[in-house]
């Protein structure tokens, strides 16, 4: 009961918040307007991350009321650990936000971006919430990491999961109806893992986001924006790293955009262009490109994950997760290379700041 009503506030609260904040955004200007890369018709507002995070914030509140004050202390399924941990998830949640929204009014140049994450990162270091050991997958033993590998493991995780759902965020639906799968995945492991707490948040996320979806499916009416996409890659990679083995689900769920921006940064490398200029490069905008509904590739998008979702969850072994992983990965890049050298018969596409590239970051691919 508590998890359903943890979900079915933060799903309320962003269902019926939504509608205010494309009204404030129209009156504030805050839209995403066609031109360039951007495919969507009309001017679409992008205020979208103040109701999902309201709903987070929400439903998140919830549940610490009925965990610290209405279940009975024997009940469990929390450590004052995991109250640290949390802490640190709604605090970087709330910096990156609001360093969204700043980005949403005012378009900062990237290097005002990648410190607006890093401080996140901090307050994330600060909280403890960092990637400090692993199982290896072929042996079974717990790895340990050196103090300096934590912090830079942890660094290229938030920061590269952050970029990874900006970059995703390009199609009607695609970042906020992924990032619901991989919340509700998270949620589903730490209830196997009796962390009934840490599984709360996830599920208000997921719960925020399917209230949102609604008016961001395609033909999408308000975007997440900087301010959602941010806030959104961040929930996921720090609520990733509460749990064990949830890093091995976050890669298998969000396995096909983060091997897209594996590919770019590599292929823009090649190219001599900096792997921070974009263009419609990515896997979704290709497909889109080559004539298939918005719809469509959404969809697909979608069932990849829920299945290896699902295989995260249920596989028994670590060394299966792995290997699935790396199938899908190399179906991916192959895919990724066909498109590339189809693409290099025909005429280049121009290039412009990878952070004007998405839906995210000032532009929409829909």
């Known amino acids: ?46 205020l979208g991350g103040l109701p999902v995070f309201g709903g987070f914030i929400a439903g998140g509140a919830l549940a610490l009321a009925i965990w610290l004050w209405w279940l009975p202390r024997e009940s469990g399924g929390f450590t004052p650990e995991d109250l640290q941990l949390l802490k640190g998830v709604a605090l970087g949640s709330l910096v990156m936000f609001a360093g969204g929204l700043l980005d949403d009014r005012w378009e900062l140049p990237p290097l005002a971006l990648f410190l607006i994450q890093f401080l996140a990162f901090a307050v994330a270091m600060n909280y403890e919430v960092f990637i400090e050991r692993f199982t290896n997958p072929l042996t079974l033993e717990e790895v340990e990491l050196l103090g300096p590998l934590v912090f830079l493991f942890t660094l290229l995780w938030i920061v590269g999961m952050v970029n990874t759902v900006n970059f995703l965020d390009g199609l009607d639906g695609l970042a906020t109806g992924v990032g619901a799968i991989a919340a ?49 890659g961040y929930g996921l990679a720090t609520m990733s790293i509460l749990s064990p083995a949830k890093i091995a689900t976050a890669l298998l769920v969000l396995a096909v955009p983060i091997m897209d921006v594996a590919w770019q940064i590599l292929d823009r490398l090649r190219r001599g262009q900096s792997p921070f200029r974009g263009d419609r490069g990515h896997l979704h905008f290709r497909l889109s490109d080559f004539g298939l509904p918005t719809r469509r590739i959404v969809i697909g998008y979608y069932v990849v994950a829920i299945s290896f979702g699902l295989i995260a969850l249920l596989a028994p072994r670590p060394l299966i997760k792995l290997i699935m992983l790396l199938l899908l990965s190399a179906i991916v890049m192959l895919i990724m290379a066909w498109l590339t050298w189809r693409a290099g018969r025909g005429a280049g596409t121009r290039s412009r700041p990878a952070i004007e590239d998405e839906q995210g970051s000032h532009s929409h691919g829909g």
Do not use: C
């Open 1 to 46: 009961m508590a998890f359903i009503l943890v979900f079915t506030v933060a799903f309320l609260v962003s269902l019926l918040v939504t509608p205010l904040a494309g009204r404030l955004s129209m009156r504030w200007d805050l839209l995403a307007r066609p031109g360039g890369r951007r495919r969507h018709k009309g001017a679409v507002p992008k």
């Open 184 to 232: 509700i995945m998270f949620a589903l492991h730490g209830m196997e893992l009796e962390q009934t707490l840490v599984a709360a948040f996830p599920l208000a996320l997921a719960g925020a986001l399917l209230g949102f979806l609604p008016f961001n499916f395609a033909p999408a009416r308000i975007f997440l924006g900087s301010a959602g996409a941010y806030f959104l």
